[in-house]
């Protein structure tokens, strides 16, 4: 069924329930009167498609043989390409599946481009050669290769992605402008996400990192600086807040609750580096502040004394990949020594 609007064609006839790789393998090797390079669709193309059937535009209910119930997969990847993204097509939830499970999800095939901008962390994966598409590689072979493919595309999206630092603007006087050089990919590194942040003193809540965080993802800080805030408004400015303490807030999400982050601790001793981390508890945004209240929200005007700014480098990874982690950090190390902050964490 060819959808003009977007154009694209979509698979009208329905399939079995497959698993991620049965899916794409079934994609690729889709003729339909004499088309080829069908692939599975994109997270947002998919969701074009569901407010067009909401709509009841001419792509409705009736076109498809398709069920709308359950979950379909897509072609989009999150995170250190770890994780491929389905959908709903009722409900339009989203949720994120490690393809390695072998879990069967609903799928349809489409062809064409949607001009469909995807997310930094997203991406399609074909596993195939269209040159060679009748020579199929064994299971292991299909498996190996997809996840090297996410794995280092992934990668170059996390890279393009981090050439911004959050909370560097005109009016702030000693910004740390640059960002980590990440070191040129390695199969054995892990990495989900990564941003260097300003956070300011005089900042109110919130500050949006720009990353994304799932359920159970290990987030690190490794920080340097000093900020100093009062916490009425008829005190002395005390001094650099004590590292040692918790001096940060944290919410996932931008309606959720704060918490506190976990104490700072020195990276080692005569360093100026501190570090601290998380766990994710839900899906989100990932927001930081300088914790600077009693109850929250703060009353105006607490933020308005403050003074100072740390400078974090936050980094988000699979709890069970500490050690392609610990491999990355070595790497980055190596690729900033010029880096000031990177000098304090030369224990990390």
């Not at 889709?30 to 390079?37: E, Q």
């Not at 050439?163 to 990919?185: A, Q």
């Not at 690190?220 to 008829?234: A, L």
């Not at 491999?327 to 304090?344: E, G, T, V, W």
């Amino acid at each position: 069924m060819e959808d003009k609007e977007s154009n694209l064609t979509w698979q009208r006839q329905e399939t079995e329930k497959k698993n991620f790789i049965g899916a794409q393998q079934y994609c690729h090797g889709l003729r339909l009167a004499g088309d080829s390079d069908w692939r599975l669709p994109l997270m947002s193309e998919l969701r074009v498609l569901i407010q067009q059937i909401s709509s009841d535009s001419e792509v409705s209910k009736e076109i498809f043989n398709h069920s709308m119930g359950g979950f379909f997969w897509t072609g989009s990847l999150t995170g250190m390409g770890t994780r491929v993204r389905t959908i709903n097509l009722q409900t339009g939830r989203a949720s994120t599946i490690d393809p390695q499970q072998g879990d069967q999800r609903q799928f349809m095939c489409v062809r064409g481009d949607s001009g469909v901008k995807t997310s930094l962390a997203s991406e399609t994966v074909n596993l195939y050669n269209s040159n060679n598409s009748s020579s199929k590689p064994e299971k292991n072979e299909i498996q190996t290769s997809f996840q090297k493919r996410m794995e280092h595309s992934s990668y170059q999206k996390i890279t393009e992605s981090t050439g911004k630092v959050i909370g560097c603007g005109f009016f702030h006087v000693g910004c740390l402008e640059n960002p980590l050089k990440l070191p040129p990919y390695q199969p054995d590194f892990h990495l989900k996400g990564y941003r260097r942040v300003n956070l300011w003193g005089k900042d109110r809540p919130w500050t949006e990192i720009e990353l994304q965080v799932e359920k159970g993802d290990r987030v690190y800080f490794y920080g340097t600086g000093e900020v100093t805030t009062c916490p009425h408004s008829r005190c002395n400015p005390r001094g650099p807040q004590n590292l040692n303490k918790v001096s940060l807030s944290y919410k996932i999400s931008e309606g959720a609750s704060p918490r506190d982050l976990n104490r700072f601790t020195k990276i080692r001793y005569g360093s100026s580096g501190f570090k601290s981390r998380l766990q994710a508890r839900s899906n989100g945004a990932l927001y930081l502040s300088v914790r600077d209240w009693r109850t929250y929200p703060p009353p105006s005007g607490h933020y308005n004394d403050n003074s100072g700014v740390y400078i974090l480098d936050i980094f988000v990874i699979d709890p069970d990949q500490e050690e392609g982690f610990n491999r990355f950090k070595n790497a980055l190390l190596k690729a900033n020594p010029q880096d000031s902050n990177m000098k304090a964490y030369q224990g990390m």
